[in-house]
Structures are given as structure tokens and as C-alpha cells.
């Protein structure tokens, strides 16, 4: 069965520290694809990232990297110098053809990041 | 494009009530998704349609809810008779069809049943 780990419930950091959130996956299929997205205190899910299982090339945007590595079934998530208002809850999640392809996503429980002054 | 948009943003109404919950997907986008977000169940998929047509609705919890969208640009998710534990967030989110496209979500509805 489809399965996303997000072993870290919270995280507290002090700004301009780095920070990694970690998400483990679980899927029988070979085409799959992976996400990231973000929960601010709105309330809003804002995507960041996808990634297809072909590619395993670690990606860079500005403050935030990903690690994806499929030895692990790992699709970690880096905020170097991290802000006040990277503040939010996090989402790893998983879509796979057994789920039914497309954005049908199983979500990981996702991890609070707090970064304080 | 405005993006995913859903109403109400808020709804408190009584146990026993019907609740109507609206989404407007991003146009040209031909899959429509309703997820349910709650501190026990984390963010859970309900249905899914594809062009209109309800493909996988497996994750409704009960009869009580139900899930139509009569045309592309319109879907709403209704319970009847509502009860305090369907108090969530509902998300509507929408997007292409291929995994390797994201989906865009709305911007979600809180419900509170007391």
C-alpha cells in the first residue's frame, strides 16, 4: 500500500539556522511521483515541489533543496538560513498508479515548523 | 486565473443541519479532487472526478455525504445530516490529469458542526 512518513511531528529552529524535514515513502509501483507542499498559518496549501521517480536529481530554489533518494525512499526537504516566515506546517505526499495516478495524493501527517527570532 | 475557488471560507451550522460546500476548479483543468483535513486523520482524499464524471469516491466516510459536479466549472460537496465529527477543513483542489503536473488547491472551508 501507498504509504509517507513524516517522522517529525515539530520542529523548532532560531532563524537563519538550516533545517531539514524528512519524508519517507512507500509504494509498489515503479511511476510514481512526489510533492511537497506548505501550510501557513492561513490555512492555504501552497505546492513547492513535484518530482517523478525517474529523476533523481537533487532540485535547488533559492532557500530550498530537495533530496531525493530512491535507495531510501527518501524526498527530503532543506531550508537553509531559515525565516520567520517559513513558519508552517509541511506536506510530503505521493501519487502512484495504484492510487490512481494523476494528483490523487496520500499525504504524510506533516511536520509544524516553528523558527523563531 | 483566480485559482481554486471555494465557499463558503467558514461554516458553523447544527448537528442534524444540511451543509453545502461549493468549489470552482481552475479552468481548463479536467480533474476536481475533494480532500478533508482533520487533527485525527491528518488531509484525506474523498472523491475525485474526471471531466464531470465521479471517478473514485471510496473515501467518503458515509451515505451522508454526497459529491456532484453538474459541469466543468462547478462542484459541491453536501452532507446531510451533519454531525460534530465532520467539523474539518475541506480542501477542492484541481489539476491536469498527469502526475507530473501539480494540483492547485482552494483555499479550503471550516466547518464547525456544534
Known amino acids: 500500500a501507498q504509504k509517507v512518513t513524516q517522522a517529525q511531528t515539530e520542529i523548532s529552529v532560531v532563524e537563519k539556522e538550516d533545517v531539514t524535514l524528512d519524508c519517507v515513502y512507500e509504494?509498489?509501483?515503479?511511476?510514481?511521483?512526489l510533492f511537497w507542499y506548505k501550510q501557513p498559518p492561513s490555512g492555504e496549501l501552497v505546492f513547492l515541489i513535484r518530482?517523478?521517480?525517474?529523476?533523481?536529481q537533487n532540485e535547488i530554489s533559492g532557500r530550498y533543496s530537495w533530496n531525493f533518494q530512491k535507495s531510501t525512499s527518501s524526498f527530503n526537504f532543506t531550508i537553509t538560513a531559515s525565516q520567520v516566515v517559513d513558519s508552517a506546517v509541511y506536506f510530503c505526499?505521493?501519487?502512484?498508479?495504484?492510487?490512481?495516478?494523476?494528483?490523487?495524493?496520500?499525504f504524510g501527517t506533516g511536520t509544524q515548523l516553528k523558527v523563531e527570532l | 486565473d483566480a485559482g481554486v475557488i471555494q465557499s463558503p471560507r467558514h461554516e458553523v451550522t447544527e448537528m442534524g443541519q444540511e451543509v453545502t460546500l461549493r468549489c470552482k476548479p481552475i479552468?481548463?483543468?479536467?480533474?476536481l479532487f475533494w480532500y478533508r483535513q482533520t487533527m485525527m486523520r491528518g488531509l484525506e482524499l474523498l472523491i475525485y472526478f474526471n471531466n464531470n464524471v465521479p471517478i473514485d469516491d471510496s473515501g467518503m466516510p458515509e451515505d451522508r455525504f454526497s459529491a456532484k459536479m453538474p459541469n466543468a466549472s462547478f462542484s459541491t460537496l453536501k452532507i446531510q445530516p451533519s454531525e460534530p465529527r465532520d467539523s474539518a477543513v475541506y480542501f477542492c483542489?484541481?489539476?491536469?490529469?498527469?502526475?507530473?503536473?501539480?494540483?492547485?488547491f482552494g483555499q479550503g472551508t471550516r466547518l464547525t458542526v456544534v
Open positions: 483542489a484541481s489539476s491536469f490529469w498527469t502526475g507530473n503536473t501539480e494540483a492547485f
Open positions: 518530482r517523478n521517480s525517474f529523476d533523481e
Open positions: 479552468s481548463g483543468h479536467d480533474y
Open positions: 509504494t509498489r509501483d515503479t511511476t510514481y511521483y
Open positions: 505526499a505521493l501519487s502512484d498508479r495504484f492510487t490512481g495516478g494523476g494528483n490523487k495524493l496520500t
